[in-house]
Each structure stands twice: as structure tokens, then as C-alpha cells.
């Protein structure tokens, strides 16, 4: 056991002194976990997707005002008509009697103009039904001052009071028929922590033993009372910690700087990766152990590596790719590791509801296990 | 009891037999030098006396304990220093012999302070932190050595460790091991480098294809070898057949033949005047005759038909 450590640990010293393996293991990582996520980032989510309006609200009464909270109630994000038109094509005139007519309980109408194209978009959409929610919204809200308060005409206070309290009716709507898929950060995370760690892992790993096994080290290591599983094992543990230190700081990263809330699954993702790294570091290890030659194995490892990533839907999301490839993703450990992040940073999922992908994880680590022992060289 | 026995050692790779019954010993405060040309057998033969390799037959005792019964116990008693610079590159040579103790069993404390004790016995102390990938040849051979001395072995297995370094790394290593040997140490040290085994030997095998073909101290090997010159003919010796000549295949044996040269014993008669008229009337055209007094590169010749240096 001792023996396992003190390997570990020199193996792990070794790699972290080599200022260029700081590159794959945290800048690279980072840039991609950036570009990928503002690439794949949420256009279509309605419930976070706030279309601007500009707004020319002429009206000299309250009930302008009252319609304007409406409005970014229902999604829709006020500008104020100096803004520059290219930051809102669309916009609504209030008129300047809008409260007056309301209150004589006579029609009042709204302007809405629209600079964009021909073409209506579909944020065109959006702010349409969004408007027209919100003119809805108003008159429900003059009718349940009406009921509220009999004989009385609406008050600004007593329509924002109405505002804030929570609707009577709602509707929840979900997913139906699909599944939601991860996005932004949320996506990007995961997807390039699996990469770059399987991607590290499989080369620093191969590497390195196939670096001991030409210069000599792991056969004098063998000459010493080192038995072959603690040259294994003690080799593994360097590339599982070297794992821990690129894991703990994209979890950081994505916890802190990127909002991907990490923290309410944290023991659920810290023991799928603990996972992963293991089954990374043994392959890693088998590959150095067949190969000869470092450039060999950071070829090969590369060959695997990549494909392994796309696979998993690694780069992106892998419900865009056809049901034979979302299948073929559980071929390989990077699927499963994906799936199980996926599962619990966006599905929200527990330790029990990953349970399959650990089990699958286990299962690659034991065979990866098996083989390295199998095919141990010195 | 010897240090070192190892008795009847076999070692087959498919085809090619890479050790052949070799038996030798190793004492306290003696250096065994195994003497043999790339490819003879030597490292293996190192390797199965270190555990490395398992022989197909015979038996390796270290102080009178075999590997099956005690590999703790014999591991700990040998330290071995092999061919290839097998260090961490990156690390110092400090850090290297820290590791490399630990590795053997000592402790954290006792590496540290027998690292500083070997950093200055090798001359090494004032680059002991620099990394080992900026160190000279020399410099790596000897922190090469010092990781094998780190848990005070009594048996020390060197592998050809003075390969690729100038003469005056050389020497300081050698002068090194003399120094271990002083103190009890036993050492078996490979080469195929004569004036190593020449200077540096109490006792030397001669192995070529796997075979130990002699053995014992220099003044032996050479009487082994016999005590006549040997004679070396220069000339045109292609397609020639010496055993054919008239006289020739009962005054002299030979040795070794190539195209451009001839080397030769002579049987019964040693008289140099009359085997140099003989080797002048050869019938074909004799360019220069050399007579080569009794060494170890002679023995080597006699026992395996070439030059070590081959």
C-alpha cells in the first residue's frame, strides 16, 4: 500500500511540474467549456428567452404604468424609446388616454409596430402572444378589482396589489412526448470535463508507462519488492489524482464563475468521475503496456480518445444525433459518465437514478482492470 | 557461505538458448566480473540473479536464501544498477535516490539523510537538486549506482554501468565500487569493456552464447588460455584452406580466420623464431606477422574465436 502511494504521488508530482500539461489540463478544458456553451446556449427556452419592446407610453393616467409591469411579467424586457432601434425592432404606443377611456369603460387601443423585415420571426411570435397575454392579464386584473371592490373605480395600488399576489389560475406547462436537453454551460461542462478528462488521462497515463518501461523505471521498480499490482495500482492512483485536481477545478469554475449549479449533486457527480478516472487511468495504463513508444501512444490515444468524446455527445447534445448513435453511446465509458453527469446537473437526478451508469462504469473499469493486469510489461 | 550462487542457470527465448548452465559465485568483499561481447548472456544472467527473469532451470541463493523461500529478505540484501539510466528524468538526483530508497523500504527520515550521504560520496552534493535530465553522462551513471546503494545492500549487481561515459567517469565510478568492495561489499559487474574486467576484477567468467566457457583470476584465465603467444597473420586468406597445407594442421591450431587474417596457436613446438619462418612460408601471399603475448583479450580469443570488441 505504501508502495501504491509513494508512486501515486511522484507519478502526480512529476506530471504537475510540467508546465504544459497545465494547458490540457485547465486551459483548454476551460476555453472549450466557454465557446461550447455560448454555442449551445438556450435561444429556445420561453421561460427564459426575453424578447425587448420598445416602449412609448404617452399615457397620462396609471394604468400605462400598471401595463408596463405587466408586460415584463409576461417575459417581455422594456426599453425606453430612445434606445437604438437595433436592440428592439418591435414596440407598443400607449396612448395618452388609455387610462381615461379605460375608466369610462370605453375601448382603448394599442399601437404595436414592427421596423423588422417582411418576414415575421418567430420572436415576432413571442412578443405577439406575449402582448396579447398581457393585454389579457390587464383586463382580468380591472375585472377582479371590479369583483373585489363593487362600485369602486381601479386604483393604481389596487391593481399593483393584484400584481404581486399570485394568479388564481395557472398553467404549469411541461416537456411532453420529449425529453428537455442540457444546454448552455450546463452542457458544455459535463461534455468537455469527460473529454479532456478521458482525453488526459488515457495520454498521460500511456505515456508515461510506455516513458518507465524504455527508460527502465518500472523494471527496476520491479527489481525492489514492488509487486505487479502495486506498479498497477500505484500508477493508477497518480493518474486518478491528477484526474481529482483537473475535476475539482472545472466543478469550481462551473459552480462559481459559470452558474452550472454543481453543488446540489455534488457527492452524485464527485462518485461518477471517481468512476470515470479509474476506468481513464486503466485504460491508460493497458494502452502504455501494449504500446512501445510515447508517440505511439499519444497517437492512439488520441484515436481513441476523440471518437470516444463524440460519441458520448460530448461535443453535442446528443439528442440531435440519430437513435443508433444515441445507442452507440452506451458502448463506450464516455457515454455512460456523460449520461449520469447529464442526469443529475440538468435532470436534477440522485445518486439511485444513475445507479445503471455506475454500474456500466464499474464494469469498464474492471475489464480495463483485468486487462492491464493481463498485460502488464516492464 | 558465498554471497552469491547461483548454480546451473538456464534461460531459453523460443528458439535461441540466451543462457546455458551457468554457474558462478560471489563473495564478500570480492568483485566477479562477467565477461562477454553484446548478446552473450550477461544481462540475462543478471536478471534471473535479481528475480527479474525466472530461470527455466537452476538455482539463485543470496546468502544461503533462495528467492521462492525469502524474496523480501534476498531483494533487500542486493541492490542492482542497471544498463539503461533508469531515474526520473525530471526530478533531482536528490529526489531520484529519496525515491528510490523509499522504494527499497526505508524510511522517509533514513532516505533523506542516506541520500545526503550518497549525494557526497558520489561528488554529486552541490547539483544534488538540479534535475537529473540536466545532469552529464557520468553524473546520471553515478546517481544511476546511488539509488542501488540507498538501503546498504551487501550484494551489488552492476549492469555494464560504465556504457557511454569518458574515461575519467569511468574511472571515478570504478574507483567508487573499489571503495564498496573495501568496506564487504560483493559485487557482480557485467561488461565487455577488458581493461574493466582486467583492472577492476578479483575474479572473472568469460560468457559468449549464453555459455560461462571460464573462469577465475586474471593470472588464471591466462594461464587457461595457455601459456604460448599467439601469432597473427595478415595476407590474403580468401578462399584459402589452412588445414589442407602441407605440415600446417600439425604445428599450429587455428584460432580464428577471416578473409585478411589468420590467428593461430602453435602446438608442441612454442619457439617463436621457428612458428614466425613457418607462418612466412605459408603458400599464399603473407603481408605481416604479429606476435600477441598471453592477456585476457587472448583468452577471450582462444575460448570463443573472436575479438570482444566483434
Known amino acids: ?378 | 557461505m558465498s554471497l552469491l550462487r547461483a548454480r546451473d542457470l538456464s534461460k531459453r527465448f523460443g528458439e535461441l538458448k540466451a543462457v546455458d548452465g551457468v554457474s558462478l559465485t560471489v563473495e564478500s568483499g570480492e568483485i566477479y566480473g562477467l565477461l562477454g561481447p553484446n548478446g552473450a548472456g550477461k544481462t540475462t544472467t543478471l536478471s534471473m540473479i535479481c528475480g527479474l527473469l525466472a530461470p527455466d532451470s537452476g538455482e539463485v541463493r543470496i546468502d544461503g536464501k533462495s528467492f521462492h523461500e525469502h524474496p523480501g529478505e534476498v531483494r533487500r540484501a542486493m541492490g542492482v544498477v542497471p544498463q539503461e539510466i533508469a531515474l526520473y528524468k525530471e526530478m533531482s538526483g536528490r529526489e531520484n535516490l529519496e525515491f528510490w530508497g523509499r522504494i527499497a523500504g526505508i524510511s522517509r527520515r533514513d532516505a533523506r539523510t542516506r541520500a545526503a550521504e550518497l549525494l557526497d560520496a558520489l561528488g554529486l552534493a552541490d547539483r544534488a537538486d538540479d534535475p537529473v535530465k540536466n545532469y552529464s553522462g557520468g553524473m546520471q551513471r553515478r546517481i544511476n549506482l546511488g539509488c542501488a546503494l540507498m538501503h546498504r545492500p551487501r550484494l551489488l549487481l552492476l549492469d555494464e554501468p560504465t556504457v557511454g561515459i569518458d574515461p575519467q567517469a569511468r574511472a571515478n565510478i570504478l574507483d567508487f565500487i573499489r571503495g564498496l568492495v573495501a568496506d564487504g561489499m560483493g559485487v557482480l559487474y557485467t561488461t565487455h569493456y577488458l581493461e574493466e574486467a582486467e583492472t577492476l576484477c578479483h575474479r572473472i567468467g568469460i560468457i559468449d552464447h549464453g555459455r560461462l566457457l571460464a573462469e577465475g583470476t586474471l593470472e588464471e584465465l591466462k594461464r587457461h588460455g595457455g601459456e604460448t603467444d599467439l601469432f597473427a597473420v595478415e595476407g590474403d586468406f580468401n578462399g584459402a584452406d589452412p588445414a589442407a597445407w602441407d605440415g600446417f594442421a600439425e604445428a599450429f591450431r587455428i584460432i580464428q580466420q577471416t578473409e585478411r587474417s589468420l590467428t593461430v596457436a602453435p602446438l608442441g613446438d612454442p619457439d617463436p623464431a621457428r612458428c614466425l619462418k613457418a607462418l612466412l612460408n605459408l603458400p599464399v601471399r603473407v603481408e605481416n606477422v604479429t606476435v600477441k603475448r598471453p592477456s585476457l583479450n587472448e583468452t577471450f580469443l582462444r575460448l570463443t574465436g573472436r575479438e570482444l570488441r566483434e
Open chain 1, 1 to 378: 500500500m505504501n508502495n501504491i502511494v509513494l508512486i501515486g504521488w511522484t507519478n502526480t508530482r512529476l506530471f504537475l511540474r510540467d508546465k504544459g500539461s497545465w494547458v490540457w489540463l485547465f486551459l483548454m478544458p476551460l476555453t472549450f467549456v466557454g465557446f461550447m456553451g455560448f454555442a449551445v446556449r438556450a435561444p429556445s427556452g420561453p421561460a427564459e428567452a426575453r424578447p425587448a419592446v420598445l416602449i412609448d407610453n404617452r399615457d397620462e393616467g396609471f394604468l400605462g404604468r400598471i401595463f408596463l409591469r405587466e408586460l415584463g411579467e409576461q417575459g417581455l424586457r422594456v426599453l425606453s424609446p430612445d434606445a437604438a432601434a437595433d436592440d428592439a425592432p418591435r414596440g407598443i404606443v400607449i396612448p395618452p388616454d388609455f387610462t381615461a377611456r379605460v375608466l369610462a369603460h370605453k375601448q382603448a387601443s394599442l399601437e404595436f409596430f414592427d421596423s423588422g423585415g417582411d418576414t415575421p420571426d418567430k420572436e415576432d411570435f413571442l412578443v405577439g402572444a406575449r402582448l396579447l397575454r398581457a393585454v389579457i392579464a390587464l383586463n382580468g386584473h380591472l375585472a377582479e378589482h371590479a369583483v373585489a371592490h363593487p362600485g369602486e373605480p381601479p386604483t393604481e395600488a389596487g391593481l399593483a396589489a393584484l400584481l404581486e399576489s399570485p394568479p388564481s389560475v395557472s398553467v404549469h406547462a411541461t416537456h411532453a412526448g420529449r425529453r428537455p436537453r442540457p444546454v448552455g454551460f450546463a452542457f458544455s461542462l459535463p461534455g468537455n470535463l469527460v473529454m479532456y478528462l478521458f482525453l488526459n488521462t488515457l495520454i498521460f497515463g500511456g505515456a508515461a508507462v510506455a516513458e518507465q518501461r524504455r527508460s527502465g523505471v518500472l523494471r527496476r521498480m520491479a527489481i525492489h519488492a514492488t509487486t505487479r499490482a502495486e506498479l498497477l495500482y500505484g500508477t493508477i492512483f497518480g493518474l486518478m489524482l491528477l484526474a481529482a485536481v483537473q475535476v475539482a477545478f472545472l466543478l469550481a469554475v462551473g459552480q462559481f464563475v459559470l452558474g452550472v449549479d454543481i453543488a446540489h449533486s455534488l457527492p452524485g457527480i464527485v462518485l461518477t468521475l471517481i468512476l470515470f478516472s479509474w476506468v481513464a487511468a486503466s485504460l491508460g495504463v493497458l494502452i502504455g503496456f501494449l504500446v512501445t513508444g510515447e508517440e505511439k501512444v499519444v497517437g492512439i490515444c488520441l484515436a481513441i480518445a476523440l471518437p470516444a468524446a463524440a460519441l458520448a455527445g460530448c461535443w453535442w447534445p446528443l439528442e440531435f444525433a440519430p437513435a443508433f448513435l444515441q445507442h452507440a453511446a452506451l458502448a463506450v465509458p464516455t457515454g455512460w459518465a456523460l449520461r449520469a453527469l447529464h442526469q443529475l446537473i440538468t435532470f436534477g437526478a440522485g445518486i439511485s437514478q444513475i445507479t445503471t451508469s455506475l454500474g456500466a462504469l464499474a464494469a469498464f473499469g474492471i475489464a480495463a482492470n483485468f486487462a492491464a493486469l493481463r498485460f502488464f510489461r516492464i
